[in-house]
């Protein structure tokens, strides 16, 4: 049973999607005070850690994260996991109806709600401006307090984030996962793996087969290294924050506390090799000799390819979403035409109490 909202009234509604145990924020706001602290609690302690907080925290001190308040944008996130159970709640009844619309899944329907409440109601939304231009300076790019209430946006490094956050307030078995050169979300647990793709206007779900070409190519050895395409741990994902928090260190000059922060994130994923070689890079711009004039400018010049993250998106065909109003029609997830037209233009996405449907991908 899930226990829902509807008419500000607690109920219980027939589900087929076990859940598990919600983010508990009811006693405190926060469970770790700094990012020393957490890093050091024990790494089997971290599954009791909210990832938002994780992330928020990685984000403190940097460029960009002035004004940071945690405990607010925690309580944000509480407030969309809110309004996301609502809608959820509310529009159920057209899963329950046809679940053949939404590949019999209610995992599916239950992102797929999550991701249209948070993009049209609370303006979750891609930077448009780090489509081309990927750069790591401004940390509002790469951590969560871009996207609360703030008018930057994210990318693919901070809005899986968002949508985990929130959907583990809900009892979703969310994960992070990787491609190369990309960060989605997964639905990983009770029988069902449904793979997020929601970093642009509506949702998709790709199989893993589809991120081993896109956005860049894994070779055999690449998929055989067990580093991409499976759901991330805890202390996995506390390193994918630091190795973030790394970047915008290295890129502002920082180096010191750029070689610590990717030190910090191998020691807790050692698999990832990468965190290891960008710990040495950020470790030759501390260097002396006029080889190395010192600049930001000059270790994105000479990096090492950052992958796996990156600021790419594709969802090649968008699902419109859900809109807020009740009797706004829910479209299923055939919706794109032929040449890439979608269909909710006619109105499949749209209604005249809901004006506000997706437009198709870019």
Not at 78 to 85: H, M, N, P, T, Y
Not at 164 to 182: F, I, N, T, W
Request: glycine share 10%; proline share 7%.
């Amino acid at each position: 049973m899930w226990l829902g909202v509807k008419g500000g009234h607690a109920t219980h509604t027939d589900t087929k999607v076990p859940l598990v145990a919600p983010t508990d924020r009811s006693k405190c706001a926060r469970k770790v005070a700094t990012l020393g602290a957490l890093l050091e609690t024990p790494p089997e302690e971290l599954g009791d850690v909210d990832v938002a907080e994780m992330n928020l925290l990685c984000a403190s001190g940097l460029p960009g994260a002035e004004k940071l308040d945690i405990d607010a944008s925690l309580k944000t996130l509480d407030e969309w996991a809110g309004r996301v159970r609502v809608d959820t709640e509310r529009h159920l009844y057209r899963f329950q109806e046809n679940p053949a619309e939404y590949k019999r899944s209610e995992a599916y329907f239950r992102m797929l709600v999550l991701v249209t409440v948070l993009q049209q109601d609370c303006d979750v939304r891609y930077n448009e401006g780090r489509v081309r231009d990927v750069e790591f300076t401004n940390s509002k790019d790469l951590f969560l307090h871009g996207i609360i209430r703030d008018d930057n946006g994210g990318t693919c490094v901070s809005m899986p984030v968002a949508y985990v956050a929130v959907g583990r307030r809900l009892g979703y078995p969310l994960k992070l996962a990787l491609a190369k050169g990309h960060i989605f979300c997964r639905w990983d647990g009770g029988g069902e793996r449904v793979n997020v793709e929601a970093t642009n206007r509506g949702m998709n779900s790709y199989e893993d087969d589809f991120y081993k070409t896109w956005p860049q190519k894994l070779t055999p050895a690449e998929v055989a290294s067990g580093r991409f395409l499976r759901s991330l741990t805890p202390p996995e994902e506390l390193a994918l924050f630091l190795a973030s928090r790394g970047h915008c260190l290295l890129d502002n000059g920082r180096f010191e506390e750029a070689r610590a922060a990717y030190g910090a994130a191998h020691r807790l994923a050692p698999i990832e090799e990468v965190y290891l070689a960008w710990e040495r890079q950020a470790a030759a711009q501390l260097r002396p000799g006029p080889a190395t004039q010192r600049s930001a400018h000059s270790s994105r010049r000479r990096r090492v390819p950052r992958v796996p993250f990156g600021a790419t998106r594709r969802p090649e065909t968008p699902i419109p979403g859900i809109g807020n109003d009740p009797r706004a029609r829910v479209p299923g997830p055939s919706v794109v035409a032929p040449g890439g037209d979608s269909a909710d233009r006619g109105g499949q996405g749209a209604s005249e109490a809901d004006p506000r449907p997706f437009s198709p991908g870019r």
